[in-house]
Structures are given as C-alpha cells and as structure tokens.
C-alpha cells in the first residue's frame, strides 16, 4: 500500500501563488509517475500535470505557463508550483502515482484550493 500526503492548499487570492507539495511513502526514483489532478464542485476530476521519474511533463492546456510540477527523488516528494491564479483555478487538488509491475495507482486524499476575487 501506497500512502500520497498532499499540503499546501489554502486562500489565495487571484494572481496569487500557491505550492502544493505531495509526500509519498514509497520511492519516486525509478519508474514511476506522479501527477496532480483537480476537481472542481460539479464537474469530474481532470488532469493538471504529470511528472515521470525522467522528469518528462505533461500539463493541461488551461494551466500552461502558469503551473509547473517538478519532483525530488530524494525526498519522494512532488510539488506544484501554482502562479498566477484564477477563479476557475478553485478545486480539490489530488495528488496522484504509479508505478511500472502495479496493477493500480494511488491517490492521496485532496487539499483545497481557494482563489478569490
């Protein structure tokens, strides 16, 4: 079992800046990717950006150039970097990992992001 602790969320107000960090209680070295989804009150869960152990992302359209996830093998730990906030940027923001010979991936448990007008 895999256990993924999200932190950072908060009010934040629009054009503001805010870091989510995800810890992961197994290894995020090798093989392995990690990623952020949200989702919104009324609408699924969608993609915010991926992150594989070699470093390679991936982000949604509407988060380009203001979001960047980024990982630190050391520390199995993912972060994402949130600038730039808008309105439609407030979600339950989940973090999300898996790893290559699992049949599953996991999830933590969701942090709150508020941005305000």
């Known amino acids: 079992q895999v256990r993924l602790e999200e932190s950072g969320g908060g009010l934040v107000q629009a054009g503001g800046s805010l870091r989510l960090s995800c810890a992961a209680s197994?290894?995020?070295?090798?093989?392995?990717?990690m990623g952020w989804y949200r989702q919104a009150p009324g609408k699924q869960r969608e993609l915010v950006a991926t992150?594989?152990?070699?470093?390679?992302?991936n982000y949604a359209d509407s988060v380009k150039g203001r979001f960047t996830i980024s990982r630190n093998n050391a520390r199995n730990t993912v972060y994402l970097q949130m600038n730039a906030l808008k309105l439609e940027d407030t979600a339950v923001y989940y973090c999300?990992?898996?790893?290559?010979?699992?049949?599953?991936?996991?999830w933590g448990q969701g942090t709150q992001v508020t941005v305000s007008s």
């Open positions: 197994r290894s995020i070295a090798s093989d392995n990717t």
């Open positions: 999300n990992g898996w790893w290559r010979g699992t049949v599953r991936d996991y």
């Open positions: 992150i594989t152990s070699r470093f390679s992302t």
